[in-house]
């Protein structure tokens, strides 16, 4: 029996945690594919100063896809120098460094992956790519007209209201997908949307020319991962039919599956996330009157969190694949 092909869309560290180090374990070839619309922290800085594509979360799916040994991916994590950026984080990532290194001094960017995947030892059954090499910034407009400039100034809102909804999203100055993403989303046998911040990390993907179309005609079954709390200035009170509304909307075609926490998290476990995330809301919650062909509910939290546990997620992904 040959390998399921599998092309996971997302960023950030929910989707490389969750989704591509859990996958691993079975018997799939796996692409993932980040927006590199990141502009904040370290990223941001990089990109501006020596003008090359975001490094930030290509650099963690990388790290998911990585069989090396402990001290390579500690290596590939470990920050220094001084600097402080948003989020806490101070200095600059090993893997950050090395990918801007190698992306000004090889000018393919395959090539650069290709190095990448050398240095981490990834099996070749994995690959990680941008969704455009496009020198992107992300633009959401609100729904009072506002016009929002800045991956990161979406993803954490501070000099906007973060009642309003996000309307839509879209790129100022439109670029061309990645051609290797386009022929893998060909050739795939599911498409895996998420989790992670919605207007942020995971509908980028879908903005560069030619992606939306690709997915729209693919004949891979289409898998929503539905996130498990709602996050502040992004998706305030939206529940699981609106998450995949959204989504379907942006990659222009139904989902096949919606994969969804039907075990809402205890209410003092949410009280104590949000006094260590200040970003975190409400819960995702869903009705009773769902398509159950389509929205499929599991217990996909993890102990004592509100977060996904990736062993649960990634069993009842496999399951819906088979």
Not at 74 to 86: A, I, K, M, S, V
Not at 221 to 238: A, D, R, W
Not at 291 to 305: C, H, M, S
Request: positive net charge.
């Amino acid at each position: 029996m040959r390998n399921k092909k599998i092309v996971c869309f997302g960023g950030g560290s929910a989707m490389p945690q969750v989704i591509l180090e859990t996958l691993k374990k079975y018997p799939a070839e796996i692409t993932s594919v980040t927006s590199m619309a990141d502009d904040g922290g370290s990223t941001g800085q990089l990109r501006r100063d020596f003008g090359v594509a975001a490094p930030g979360d290509i650099r963690r799916h990388i790290l998911a896809f990585s069989d090396a040994p402990k001290w390579k991916k500690d290596l590939w994590g470990f920050r220094f120098g001084n600097e402080e950026f948003e989020g806490g984080h101070k200095g600059h990532s090993f893997g950050n460094v090395f990918i801007v290194g190698l992306s000004r001094n090889i000018k393919n960017y395959g090539d650069v992956l290709e190095k990448c995947r050398q240095f981490m030892e990834i099996s070749k059954k994995y690959k990680a790519l941008p969704a455009t090499m496009g020198n992107i910034t992300l633009c959401a407009e609100l729904e009072d007209g506002q016009i929002v400039e800045g991956e990161s100034a979406i993803d954490v809102p501070k000099d906007r209201d973060a009642n309003l909804k996000i309307k839509k999203i879209f790129l100022k100055s439109q670029a061309k997908a990645y051609p290797e993403v386009l022929s893998e989303i060909k050739k795939a046998d599911f498409l895996v949307f998420g989790p992670g911040d919605l207007y942020s990390s995971i509908l980028p993907c879908f903005l560069p020319l030619g992606i939306k179309k690709a997915i729209a005609s693919s004949r891979a079954q289409k898998i929503l991962v539905s996130n498990i709390m709602n996050k502040k200035g992004e998706t305030g009170g939206f529940s699981v039919e609106e998450f995949a509304r959204e989504t379907e909307k942006y990659i222009g075609t139904e989902l096949d599956f919606v994969l969804y926490n039907k075990d809402i998290p205890d209410n003092t476990l949410v009280q104590k996330k949000r006094k260590e995330d200040a970003s975190i809301l409400d819960s995702v919650e869903f009705s009773g009157n769902l398509d159950r062909e389509r929205f499929i509910g599991a217990n996909l939290v993890k102990r004592d969190t509100v977060s996904h546990d990736p062993a649960k997620t990634g069993r009842a992904i496999w399951k819906l694949m088979n």
